[in-house]
């Protein structure tokens, strides 16, 4: 809870980082590529962004990989995708632990291939201890379907007594969210130059900063997210207070 208008200016790194990573098909298209080269590019790119983003003192840094939307697209597509997953997930994992970053995923688990959800639980196990910055792979994600899954949720611990719907309030329903012990994102980037959110931490993101930037993910650089801190520094956050 923040009662207190708070200026970014000259304070701390953003504690949490969220990225919609998007671009990729029309980058590779500009090229006269299969869009599988934007997505390989992304890959890389998401690895950059997340050194550079440790380096700069951000605790989360939470990166839309596969929304629940996504399973709509051809299964070629798809398929590629998972399979640079897959291979992100082998390759990275050890590394990734070496450096002292920890691994967390949000969405929906049983719409994922089994053997990478065993690559998720087997980082998410092996990182959980490690005190770098956390890495939220947000995989068959989608808002609406987490907050309907919260609702079900409620809706049978309150059947069952566990509950009474005169006590439900909003941390009720953040507890029972993918993203329960994780703090919302201080700073949401869209690349690609859409302006929306496409389902993407709708509850979490009430009061986050919003900046949307036309690179295309496959092009964005750690100086990108340099210049995108800037700006958030340069944002007054009032959470509903009167104007400094
Ligand atoms: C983002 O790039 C990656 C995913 C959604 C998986 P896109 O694949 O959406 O790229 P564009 O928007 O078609 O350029
Ligand atoms: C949002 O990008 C999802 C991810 C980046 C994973 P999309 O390309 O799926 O979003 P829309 O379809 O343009 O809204
Ligand atoms: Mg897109």
Known sequence: MVSAVQSSEGSSPPAHVAIIMDGNGRWAKSRG???IFGHR?????????????????????TLYSFSSENWRRPPPEVEDLMGLLRVYLRSEVADLHRTGVRVRMIGDRTRMPGDIIDLVEHAEELTAANTGITMVLALSYGSRDELAKAVRQIAREAADGGIRPDEIDEDTIAQRLYTRDIPDPDLVIRTGREKRLSNFLLWQAAYAELIFTDVLWPDFTARDLEDAIGEFHKRERRFGATSA
């Open 33 to 35: 590529l299969p869009r």
């Open 41 to 61: 590019r992304g890959a890389e790119v998401a690895r950059q962004v997340l050194r550079r983003a440790d380096e700069l003192g951000v605790s989360y840094l």
